[in-house]
């Protein structure tokens, strides 16, 4: 184990590079403000969302995510504002941060096309010197002499259309890469993402509704990946779905409308790599509660 503990501390150094990227989620359709600026409102009520992440269950040091999103549409709904705590362990690697989201809502007839802006900061450790080596490498390699921690600020922007059957969206969470070098040795990059999505719920009868969704997901340095997700409504109150991601994970997931104005949902991984032999698979748990529900008036439920 302590091998292989070592070869993720390599491949997280890669070169003497510490690259860090946006955290992965399975649930993207149901954490939209996580991967897409411009829908902060888009649920046309105060919104609150937890998500927690435990990624590759078994295999020390493997990534785990915490994020708690807030947004709401303000001004009769033609501005929404969105904030988002996160946290991400890889390791010995660590980024916590905080987002603001900002979007301009035109309304229109049946449907909303809002353009959206975040800024933040995020702040990066990588205690290093924590990485058990090999004694061969422990007076040889300096790398592992130097703890990293910066703090990094961010500016995302992005577009989102939608309406009660449909979404389709482009954000760009990092508008600019940022590289920072520590003494000679260490170097850490925030490279930009694209995402690209897509949504549609179609009506199969009054009680059953079918929603594919995808979700493309592309990075400097990086192969293209694709989310491609399917999930069936059942009354309103239960949705069982699967998704696949390009190599590397199968995924089953539920979620359960507990209450007209809170959701639960849940995820698991089933990994298709090579690594999967040393795991247990990922495990992701959803929390969603809304305000604007009243005794004399339950909002139409909203699948995006």
């Known amino acids: 184990m302590k091998k292989l503990q070592y070869i993720i501390a390599l491949v997280l150094l890669s070169g003497s590079l510490f690259a860090q990227q946006d955290a992965m989620y399975s649930q993207y359709m149901f954490n939209m403000l996580a991967v897409n600026p411009a829908y902060a409102g888009n649920r046309e009520v105060l ?5 927690t992440r435990a990624q590759w269950v078994g295999l020390k040091g493997a990534p785990v995510s915490n994020t708690v999103s807030i947004d709401a549409p303000i001004r009769n709904k033609h501005i929404g504002l969105g904030a988002q705590l996160f946290n991400e362990k890889i390791g010995v690697t660590s980024s916590t941060g905080f987002y603001g989201s900002y979007a301009y809502r035109i309304r229109l ?12 900061m995020v702040h990066y450790t990588a205690n290093y010197t924590q990485v058990i080596l090999d004694r061969t490498t422990v007076n040889t390699d300096k790398s592992f002499k130097e703890n990293a921690s910066v703090l990094m600020p961010a500016l995302g922007a992005g577009v989102f259309f939608s309406d009660d059957d449909y979404y389709i969206g482009l954000s760009v969470p ?6 920072i070098t520590f003494g000679n040795e260490i170097e850490v990059n925030k490279d930009n993402h694209l995402f690209a999505m897509a949504g549609y719920v179609f009506p199969l009868n009054k009680d059953f509704k079918l929603k594919p969704s995808v979700l493309l997901k592309a990075v400097t340095g990086a192969p293209l990946e694709l989310d491609a997700n399917i999930n069936l409504w059942m009354y309103d109150r239960l949705a069982l779905g699967l998704s696949y991601r390009t190599g590397d994970a199968a995924v089953g997931m539920v979620e359960v409308q507990v209450a007209p104005n809170f959701r639960v949902g849940y995820a698991y991984d089933y990994g298709l790599t090579d690594l999967s032999y040393f795991h247990s698979g990922s495990h992701e748990l959803i929390l969603r509660y809304e305000f604007g529900y009243t005794k004399d008036k339950i909002l139409t439920p909203r699948y995006f």
């Not at 007839?109 to 933040?120: D, E, N, P």
């Not at 990092?174 to 590289?179: E, M, R, V």
């Open 47 to 51: 919104s609150i969302t937890g998500l």
């Open 174 to 179: 990092g508008l600019f890469s940022t590289h």
């Open 109 to 120: 007839k049946k449907s909303t096309l809002a353009f959206g802006l975040q800024g933040g």
